[in-house]
């Protein structure tokens, strides 16, 4: 509708038109719900009341510690750059894409989660390790392949999408793409530190991130502008990351490490294909679908096994 709706495009246009989408996706979920649990009556306790606060605050907390993250780069940018406004409106440029892939991402976190809570209920650690093993490979695989590909060909996608500041938003892209994986890892194994309910490891773990991302936005945002921020975000992200999965390897030593070397495998065969490219004279977007078609077979090849489609997701 904003493409082809009007002649011009107004910020006011897209809020209304966002705000539209909301209520028919609203009117829609009603209308799938059944009708008794359409409007649940509140007939709250003051002792439940506090049952219920006491079991949510530390997901309350490291919502409110996401929420501070994720908004926290682009309000430095603008109060700490040369340039605030122009310098916020590059990084922006950078993370659309991050964006968009991480809506399939958090889709696929959130459907792990119950399956996690259900298995370590039930302390099934066979089908916990190989749960563990699959989400990796199917989320963590492809998303350090985009990142290789992003790297190789920053300014491509940059170009495609904009005609303002490609270079300076591909640089900060790079290094976002890398955040991007990251951020995949932490949906696997931040899932299911929060599913065994270890809550609070998990919050100390955000407040780090969050205070490292502060100071290193601090240095490097007056400097370096929208890249600095995104360097900010690819250490604290990394960090955050990495801690999960020590977290989740110390409290569950069953789990094996099987994934890791399917995943390397198949990242190398996306940098051979990339630096095998770069010595035939071909033009950028050939070289672009050549990397991304051996990406492609390299995950369905090495990252993914025969049994994979069939036990995904376990059977409850």
């Known amino acids: 509708m904003l493409l082809y709706g009007a002649d011009t495009f107004k910020i006011e246009s897209f809020v209304l038109y966002q705000t539209l989408a909301y209520v028919i996706a609203i009117s829609f979920a009603l209308l799938m719900t059944p009708k008794e649990s359409r409007f649940p009556t509140l007939n709250l306790k003051l ?7 006491r079991q949510t605050w530390p997901f309350a907390l490291l919502i409110l510690l996401m929420t501070a993250y994720s908004r926290l780069d682009g309000i430095m940018i603008e109060r700490l750059a040369v340039d605030g406004l122009k310098e916020a ?4 440029q950078a993370y659309r894409i991050i964006d968009a892939g991480n809506s399939f991402a958090f889709l696929y976190a959130g459907m792990l989660l119950p399956i996690f809570s259900r298995l370590i209920m039930k302390k099934e650690g066979g089908q916990i390790s190989t749960l563990v093993n699959q989400g990796a490979r199917f989320l963590i695989a492809p998303a350090g392949i985009a990142a290789l590909i992003s790297l190789h060909h920053a300014d491509w996608f940059m170009a495609l999408l904009y005609d303002q500041e490609i270079t300076k938003s591909a640089q900060a892209f790079e290094w976002l793409m890398g955040s991007f994986l990251f951020i995949c890892i932490g949906y696997i194994f931040g899932t299911f530190v929060t599913a065994a309910g ?3 490891l998990l919050n100390g773990i955000a407040a780090i991130a969050v205070l490292i991302n502060l100071v290193l936005n ?9 890249e600095g921020a995104a360097i900010a975000s690819f250490s604290s992200l990394g960090v955050m990351a990495l801690s999960q999965v020590v977290a989740v390897y110390r409290s569950h030593a069953a ?10 495998l198949c990242w190398a065969a996306v940098i051979g294909a990339a630096i095998l490219v770069e010595s035939v004279v071909i033009g950028e977007t050939a070289q672009l679908l050549w990397i991304s078609m051996v990406g492609v077979v390299s995950f369905v090849l090495i990252a993914l096994k025969r049994s994979d489609l069939k036990t995904a997701i376990p059977a409850e």
Not at 89 to 92: D, H, L, P, Q, S
Not at 218 to 226: D, H, K, M, R, Y
Not at 255 to 264: K, N, Q
């Open 198 to 200: 270890k809550l609070n």
């Open 47 to 53: 002792s439940s009341a506090r049952e219920m606060v």
């Open 89 to 92: 409106g590059i990084y922006a």
């Open 218 to 226: 601090l240095i490097l945002i007056p400097q370096f502008g929208a």
């Open 255 to 264: 789990i094996s490490f099987g994934w890791i070397w399917r995943v390397i």
